[in-house]
């Protein structure tokens, strides 16, 4: 499978925008179900969570202060949050077929 191209948005605790963002969302693009990967604080990696993606970004987007960005500014922002770096679009691509296999 090709490597997949991703969109990011940045994931805020509050509509203020100006405090550091508390998670990064990759969401592969195309069609097809969601396939989107998180920083999982739980488990202290970067995770398959079409789940939570679709459910912060579709299905109740008032609730949350959601911004989209481009990948350097999502690379920059995950020190806010994390000090594992946010996975190159080949490492996001594998992440979601290893999860899609099971």
Known sequence: MPTLTFRYHLLYRTDDQTQ?????????AGPGPTQAVIWDRPTSRWGFRPDVAASILYANPERHSVRAVDRS?????TRHF??????SEPELTRICQ???RT
Do not use: F, G
């Open 73 to 77: 500014t999502a690379e920059s922002v």
């Open 98 to 100: 290893e999860a899609s």
């Open 82 to 87: 994390t000090t594992v770096p946010l996975p």
């Open 20 to 28: 550091p963002p508390v998670n990064v969302i990759a969401v592969a």
